[in-house]
C-alpha cells in the first residue's frame, strides 16, 4: 500500500507546506493497493475514499475485527472488484482546524516565530485556528465554518476553487444538497468512545448505506 499523510501546497495561492483550507491540492493524496486479491486496475474513481478507510480496509483482508471507535470504511470488496453500495462511496469527508474561535485578521496571538521579518508560515495557530468542515460529492464542493461561512466550488470547470458559487441563486437545490450530505457526515463521525454500558449498533465494514449492490 502506498500512500501519503496530506497534500502540499506548492506555490498554489502563493503558499507552501499545508495549513490554510481546505483545497484539493491539500485534501487528495495518492492511495495505491497492490497484492494478493486485489483485482488491477478494477477500483473505479466515482468511488470516494479517505485515508481513514486505510485501517478497516487492512483488518478486513487480514481477517481482523475492526476496532470500536474506528469511522473509517473497509474497501477491500472495491479492491477485490466485488459487489458495494454506490450510495456508501458517493462522497467524502474532511475536516480541519483544531477549534474554538477563529482569529480575525488584525488579531495578533504569539505565535512560534515573529509577525516581523521576512519569514512565514502559513502553519500556525491562526490559520489553524476554528473549525471547517468540508464535503466532496461528483463534481461539486462544500465547505462550512464555525462562523457560518460557505463556500461551493464546481471542481470540474472551476479546479482552482476560485469561483465561490455558495450565494449563486441557480445552484440553491445543489447547496440544499451538499448541506445535507455534509450534516450526515457531521452525525456520522461523532465519536463514539470511550465504549460504555450502552454499545452503539456497528454497521458491516463501517458501511451505513443500504447495501444494494454496485452492479
Given at each position: 500500500?502506498f500512500?501519503?499523510?496530506?497534500?502540499?501546497?506548492?506555490?498554489?495561492?502563493?503558499?507552501?507546506r499545508?495549513?490554510?483550507?481546505?483545497?484539493?491540492c491539500?485534501?487528495?493524496?495518492?492511495l495505491?493497493?497492490?497484492?494478493?486479491?486485489?483485482?488491477?486496475?478494477?477500483?473505479?474513481?466515482?468511488?470516494?475514499v479517505?485515508?481513514?478507510?486505510?485501517?478497516?480496509?487492512?483488518?478486513?483482508?487480514?481477517?481482523?475485527?475492526?476496532?470500536?471507535g474506528?469511522?473509517?470504511?473497509?474497501?477491500?470488496?472495491?479492491?477485490?472488484?466485488?459487489?458495494?453500495?454506490?450510495e456508501?462511496?458517493?462522497?467524502?469527508?474532511a475536516?480541519?482546524?483544531?477549534?474554538?474561535?477563529?482569529?480575525?485578521?488584525?488579531?495578533?496571538?504569539p505565535?512560534?516565530?515573529?509577525y516581523?521579518?521576512p519569514?512565514?508560515?502559513?502553519l500556525?495557530?491562526?490559520?489553524q485556528?476554528g473549525t471547517?468542515k468540508?464535503?466532496r460529492?461528483?463534481?461539486?464542493?462544500?465547505?462550512?465554518?464555525?462562523?457560518?461561512?460557505?463556500?461551493?466550488?464546481d471542481v470540474?470547470?472551476d479546479?482552482?476553487e476560485?469561483?465561490?458559487?455558495?450565494?449563486?441563486?441557480?445552484?440553491?437545490?445543489?447547496r440544499a444538497h451538499?448541506?445535507e450530505?455534509?450534516?450526515?457526515?457531521?452525525?456520522?463521525?461523532?465519536d463514539?468512545?470511550?465504549?460504555?454500558?450502552?454499545?452503539?449498533?456497528?454497521?458491516?465494514?463501517?458501511?451505513?448505506?443500504?447495501?444494494?449492490t454496485r452492479?
Amino acid at each position: 500500500m502506498f500512500t501519503a499523510d496530506h497534500g502540499d501546497y506548492a506555490g498554489d495561492y502563493g503558499l507552501q507546506r499545508k495549513g490554510v483550507g481546505l483545497p484539493e491540492c491539500l485534501v487528495r493524496v495518492p492511495l495505491i493497493f497492490s497484492g494478493p486479491g486485489v483485482r488491477a486496475g478494477h477500483m473505479e474513481r466515482e468511488a470516494f475514499v479517505s485515508l481513514v478507510d486505510v485501517l478497516p480496509t487492512l483488518c478486513e483482508a487480514l481477517g481482523l475485527d475492526v476496532p470500536y471507535g474506528v469511522q473509517g470504511r473497509s474497501l477491500w470488496p472495491l479492491l477485490e472488484g466485488g459487489e458495494y453500495p454506490a450510495e456508501e462511496f458517493r462522497s467524502v469527508y474532511a475536516e480541519q482546524g483544531f477549534g474554538g474561535l477563529h482569529y480575525g485578521e488584525h488579531e495578533f496571538p504569539p505565535l512560534h516565530f515573529p509577525y516581523d521579518g521576512p519569514r512565514f508560515d502559513e502553519l500556525n495557530a491562526v490559520t489553524q485556528s476554528g473549525t471547517t468542515k468540508m464535503v466532496r460529492m461528483g463534481r461539486w464542493k462544500l465547505t462550512f465554518d464555525m462562523l457560518g461561512n460557505g463556500e461551493l466550488y464546481d471542481v470540474e470547470a472551476d479546479p482552482a476553487e476560485l469561483c465561490n458559487r455558495y450565494d449563486d441563486p441557480d445552484l440553491r437545490d445543489v447547496r440544499a444538497h451538499l448541506t445535507e450530505e455534509l450534516l450526515r457526515w457531521t452525525i456520522r463521525t461523532e465519536d463514539d468512545l470511550p465504549a460504555a454500558a450502552y454499545v452503539p449498533k456497528r454497521a458491516s465494514r463501517n458501511w451505513h448505506a443500504p447495501h444494494r449492490t454496485r452492479r
